[in-house]
Each structure stands twice: as structure tokens, then as C-alpha cells.
């Protein structure tokens, strides 16, 4: 009798929730190994749906019933994901990066998806699924990309810098796609003619913008402060997730989708004095309904299907990360990126993202192709992103040794080198800035304010041109390289300053300094307490360490509270 207690007990559990036990548990195993790795835990959500759907338990527990409920509920975080996209939308930032944002981000769109619809069209798929492939291609995953220039201490470096902006422009053209996603992928018995359809779009569209503007700025507000008034936190959060849902629901009544409504809605907040509050509340909501979106990917992944198929899937993967790669590393490389930071922003950009596995799903439903070419390119998009960790941290050693064999190395006019030597050859017993961010500048300034020269090395093209025009010795060059000191003219410099906070780039330019000059001082900045002693090892006569300076600040100002 015991024995047949589970059983009975398990006919009165409804399927949706066994399923959710199962998948929650099974992520957070697989999770706590990918940590383990330093993998992507987006990889592991995905590789944990895979082994749902394909290990019997589906049936088990409901089959097709409880993956359609799932799947509703992953919508669900596909709403939360524009909201937040929307909330953490900056025009200060965009402003800042419009160079690298339009000139970088229009040319990788415009060239990714021209080149994967022309493959699409050459394989067979018809123009409206080689439209949809070409975005799914051209969009990069924001979220593993970020995090693996933050794990690699670079999320201040240039190559982060371009990423950002670059996917800066990629949301902004995914917000815009989601409008024609209903014409492109019309639901069944709802065709008619283009004419007609785009007119209603510019009609639907033109009423929501009214119904958000006026949300906006009257209701969401006074809704917001009626709310804080209360001091009811539990409140508060219910009705910012309202705001969200009501406003993702007008846009899909309207047959905009979903998604552009629930970032009209993050729109609507991201400047009001609430937008940090809204992100601490809705952030885990989001990771856990994303969560879910992930799994469900996975969950429509046939892996003898995928078996019988590999070859199209590794060589579309292969063509996916190198392709893009070489094109966005050639597009830094114009822009004026050093080729180190070039290669970081091409491999970080180089997966597939999320919203690709948003669009192939939804084409997957519209049948816009055969359900062999789904898991081809369902697959190949996953297996990207949770490459994609693992191939960044092979970037710099990469770049190193393509270095070594002189590609990429930067070949000024003869006529820069010319007024570059001019401008240097008279320096002596000078200050050399490496660079030129807000502690660099202070620096660079103080000496300066003091009588001491000084010669300043930055990677950021912009940065340099502005120091050019006030008169700064600045060289574009890269400390990890052996031309850059050689042009610093380190032999008759009174000391060398690496104000930027990366112990692998301090690492690299300390060797090389040591080498040619061992008695220099050398002041060296690193994040982390851990990589004070290694500096210091390897020959940094001072090191600031970041964390220490600010816990000194935090006491110092807490002491001077204490006797106000």
C-alpha cells in the first residue's frame, strides 16, 4: 500500500506545477555547474528543456497541455524583459555613444541581415522568413555578452564600450520590427491586402501612441505617487507590474504586440524619480519569468532530430560566430578601435540573442519554414550564446598571437607619423597617463597644474581627438604593446601612471615597462584587494587599490557624521 501512495498522490497534483518542480530544480543543478565552468547560465535554462523534453518526463507530466501552459507563462517574461528594456533606456548614454551606436550599429545590422537573407533566399526559405532570419541573425545577446566583458574585468574598456552601443541600436531596431511582426507573420484568417494593412498599422499605431503619451505623463505618474503615499511596498509593486501588463495589453488589443507595449511602458517610468525602485522590484520577477523562456526553448528542442541534422547546425554556428566576428571587428577597426579592442567587440557580439529566439519562435508557429529548419536554426542560435563565455575568454590570447604575425596592427600615415615623432622627440622627464577616463583626467590635470609634462596613452578615438584639440601629447595606442612604450619614449620619462582599474592590462604593460625600465616609478590602480600584491610583484611601486580608498572614504564620512 505504501508503495502506491506517490502514485495516488501524484494523479491530484495538478501537471503544470510537477512540471515546474521539475524544470526549477533542474536549473538550478545545471546552474550551479555552469557556475562552476564560468559557462552561461542562459545555456544552462536551455540545456535543461532539452533534457525535459527529450527524457520522457513530458509525458509523464501532462504532455502538450503543461508545455502550452509553460509556454504561456514565458510570454510572460518576454513582457517583463521589454519592460525593463524600456526602464533602462538611456538617451544620456545614447547621446554619449551616438558614433559608435549609429555609424557601428547600422552598418553590422544593415550588412548581418543583408548577408543572412541572401542565404536564407539561396537555401530555400521565401522572403518573409529570410526577412525574420536576417534579424534573428543580425541580434546579439546584450545580457552574456555584458556579463563576459564584467566577468573578464574589460566592461570599461573600448571593445565593452562599442558592444554597448551596438546593442544600444539593435534594441532600438528590434522595438521598431516588432511593429510589422503582424504583417510579416499574420495570424491565420487575418491576411489582407499590404495597402490596407499598413494603414491600419499607421492608424493602430498612432492611437497607442496617444493612450502611452497620455498614461505617461498624467496617469502612470499620479498613480505612482498615490501609491508611495501609502508606504505600502507590497502596493507599490503590484502596481508597477499593472502599468506594465495594462499597457503591453492595449498594445496587443491594438495588434501591436505585446512586447512594444511593455516597453512603451518602461518608457513611460525611465525618467520619473521611481525608475531604481521599479528595477530592484521587477528584476527578480523578470530573471525568473526569463527563466521560464529559456527552459521553454529548450522544451521544443528534438534531439534526434538535431542528431540527424548536426552538421547544418555546427557549420551554422561556425558561419554565425565567425561571420560576425570579422564583420563587426572590421567595423570597430573604421570607427577607430585598436585591433585588441576590435577582436573583444566582435566576439562579444558574435551569438545569437535573445529576441532572436523570440522571432524563430514565433515563425516556428507561423510555419514559415519545416520543423527541420526550426531545430537547425533553433539550435545553432543557442549554441552561440553558450559558446559565447568560452570564446571571449580566448579573445585576448587570440589577439596576442594574431599580433605576433602582424595582423592587425596599426599602420599609421606617414605623414601622422611624421608630426607624431615631432611632437614627442622633445620630451623629457615627463609623467606618462595610461588613460584617460575621470581618474586619469584628474591626474593629468594635477601634474600639469604642478609643471611636470605629460604624455597621455588612450584607446578611445574620441577621447584622443578631443585631447589633440586642447594641445594634449596623446598617442591612440595600446599599453599591452611593446611600439606603444617605444613611442612614450619610457627611457627619459620620471614616471608612468596605469589609471585604469584592469589587472590584465596592468599585468602586461608592467612586464613590458620593467623590461626597459626597471627604476621607474610605476603608480598602478587595481579594483580588487586580490590583485594589489600581484601589481606589486610584478613591479608597481604604488598601487591604489579601489575598494580600499572608497571603505576609507565610507569610514571617514561616517566618523564626520558621528560628530556633526
Known amino acids: 500500500m505504501p508503495f502506491f501512495l506517490p502514485i495516488a498522490a501524484s494523479e491530484t497534483i495538478p501537471p503544470i506545477f510537477t512540471l515546474l518542480a521539475v524544470m526549477l530544480g533542474g536549473v538550478v543543478l545545471v546552474s550551479l555547474l555552469l557556475l562552476r565552468l564560468q559557462q552561461s547560465l542562459l545555456a544552462g535554462y536551455f540545456l535543461c528543456g532539452v533534457v525535459i523534453a527529450n527524457s520522457g518526463i513530458m509525458t509523464l507530466l501532462g504532455g502538450g497541455e503543461s508545455q502550452a501552459q509553460i509556454a504561456n507563462m514565458a510570454e510572460f517574461g518576454v513582457v517583463l524583459l521589454m519592460f525593463t528594456l524600456g526602464l533602462e533606456f538611456s538617451l544620456g548614454e545614447l547621446r554619449y555613444l551616438r558614433r559608435l551606436a549609429f555609424q557601428g550599429g547600422g552598418w553590422q545590422m544593415g550588412l548581418c541581415m543583408a548577408l543572412a537573407a541572401a542565404g536564407a533566399l539561396a537555401c530555400g526559405i521565401g522572403w518573409t522568413g529570410a526577412v525574420v532570419t536576417g534579424v534573428a541573425v543580425a541580434m546579439s545577446s546584450t545580457a552574456v555578452s555584458l556579463k563576459s566583458f564584467q566577468d573578464l574585468g574589460l566592461e570599461s574598456s573600448p571593445g565593452a564600450?562599442?558592444?554597448?552601443?551596438?546593442?544600444?541600436?539593435?534594441?532600438?531596431?528590434?522595438?521598431?520590427?516588432?511593429?510589422?511582426?503582424?504583417?510579416?507573420?499574420?495570424?491565420?484568417?487575418?491576411?489582407?491586402?499590404?495597402?490596407?494593412?499598413?494603414?491600419?498599422?499607421?492608424?493602430?499605431g498612432g492611437l497607442f501612441v496617444v493612450l502611452a503619451g497620455?498614461?505617461?505623463?498624467?496617469?502612470?505618474?499620479?498613480?505612482?505617487?498615490?501609491?508611495?503615499?501609502?508606504?505600502?511596498?507590497?502596493?507599490?509593486?503590484?502596481?508597477?507590474?499593472?502599468?506594465?501588463?495594462?499597457?503591453?495589453?492595449?498594445?496587443?488589443?491594438?495588434?501591436?504586440?505585446?512586447?512594444?507595449?511593455?516597453?512603451?511602458?518602461?518608457?513611460?517610468?525611465?525618467?520619473?524619480?521611481?525608475?531604481?525602485?521599479?528595477?530592484?522590484?521587477?528584476?527578480?520577477?523578470?530573471?525568473?519569468?526569463?527563466?521560464?523562456?529559456?527552459?521553454?526553448?529548450?522544451?521544443?528542442?528534438?534531439?534526434?532530430?538535431?542528431?540527424?541534422?548536426?552538421?547544418?547546425?555546427?557549420?551554422?554556428?561556425?558561419?554565425?560566430?565567425?561571420?560576425?566576428?570579422?564583420?563587426?571587428?572590421?567595423?570597430?577597426?573604421?570607427?577607430?578601435?585598436?585591433?585588441?579592442?576590435?577582436?573583444?567587440?566582435?566576439?562579444?557580439?558574435?551569438?545569437?540573442?535573445?529576441?532572436?529566439?523570440?522571432?524563430?519562435?514565433?515563425?516556428?508557429?507561423?510555419?514559415?519554414?519545416?520543423?527541420?529548419?526550426?531545430?537547425?536554426?533553433?539550435?545553432?542560435?543557442?549554441?552561440?550564446?553558450?559558446?559565447?563565455?568560452?570564446?571571449?575568454?580566448?579573445?585576448?590570447?587570440?589577439?596576442?598571437?594574431?599580433?605576433?604575425?602582424?595582423?592587425?596592427?596599426?599602420?599609421?600615415?606617414?605623414?601622422?607619423?611624421?608630426d607624431l615623432r615631432q611632437r614627442i622627440k622633445g620630451m623629457q622627464d615627463h609623467a606618462i597617463i595610461c588613460g584617460h577616463g575621470p581618474v586619469g583626467e584628474h591626474l593629468n590635470k594635477a601634474l600639469l597644474d604642478n609643471g611636470v609634462p605629460t604624455l597621455v596613452v588612450e584607446l578611445n578615438a574620441e577621447t584622443v581627438r578631443n585631447l589633440k584639440r586642447q594641445g594634449q601629447n596623446v598617442l591612440f595606442a595600446d599599453a599591452t604593446h611593446q611600439e606603444t612604450w617605444e613611442l612614450t619614449r619610457l627611457a627619459g620619462a620620471r614616471m608612468v601612471a596605469l589609471t585604469f582599474p584592469d589587472a590584465v592590462v596592468n599585468t602586461r604593460a608592467l612586464e613590458i615597462i620593467r623590461e626597459t625600465r626597471p627604476d621607474i616609478p610605476v603608480l598602478a590602480r587595481a579594483r580588487f584587494a586580490s590583485d594589489v600584491e600581484r601589481l606589486k610583484r610584478l613591479g608597481a611601486t604604488v598601487v591604489v587599490n579601489d575598494e580600499q580608498e572608497a571603505s576609507r572614504a565610507v569610514a571617514d564620512a561616517a566618523i564626520t557624521l558621528q560628530g556633526a
Open 161 to 204: 564600450r562599442m558592444a554597448l552601443a551596438v546593442a544600444i541600436f539593435q534594441d532600438l531596431f528590434i522595438i521598431a520590427f516588432f511593429l510589422f511582426v503582424p504583417l510579416l507573420l499574420p495570424k491565420a484568417g487575418a491576411e489582407q491586402a499590404l495597402g490596407t494593412s499598413l494603414g491600419s498599422l499607421v492608424l493602430r
Open 214 to 418: 497620455v498614461a505617461a505623463r498624467w496617469i502612470i505618474p499620479w498613480l505612482l505617487n498615490a501609491v508611495t503615499r501609502t508606504r505600502n511596498r507590497e502596493l507599490f509593486t503590484l502596481t508597477v507590474i499593472g502599468c506594465c501588463v495594462g499597457l503591453a495589453f492595449t498594445g496587443g488589443l491594438l495588434g501591436l504586440g505585446l512586447a512594444l507595449g511593455a516597453f512603451v511602458a518602461g518608457l513611460a517610468v525611465s525618467e520619473s524619480i521611481f525608475k531604481h525602485r521599479i528595477l530592484a522590484d521587477v528584476m527578480p520577477l523578470k530573471d525568473l519569468f526569463l527563466t521560464l523562456f529559456f527552459v521553454t526553448v529548450g522544451l521544443m528542442i528534438d534531439v534526434k532530430m538535431a542528431v540527424q541534422h548536426w552538421q547544418p547546425i555546427v557549420v551554422l554556428t561556425l558561419v554565425l560566430m565567425l561571420g560576425k566576428t570579422a564583420l563587426i571587428t572590421t567595423i570597430a577597426r573604421k570607427l577607430g578601435l585598436a585591433h585588441r579592442q576590435a577582436l573583444m567587440a566582435g566576439l562579444g557580439l558574435s551569438s545569437a540573442g535573445e529576441f532572436s529566439l523570440v522571432l524563430l519562435r514565433q515563425a516556428g508557429e507561423s510555419a514559415l519554414w519545416s520543423s527541420s529548419t526550426q531545430q537547425i536554426l533553433l539550435t545553432a542560435s543557442a549554441l552561440s550564446m553558450g559558446l559565447l563565455p568560452a570564446v571571449m575568454r580566448g579573445g585576448g590570447p587570440l589577439a596576442g598571437w594574431m599580433e605576433k604575425r602582424g595582423w592587425g596592427r596599426r599602420r599609421p600615415a606617414h605623414g601622422e607619423v611624421s
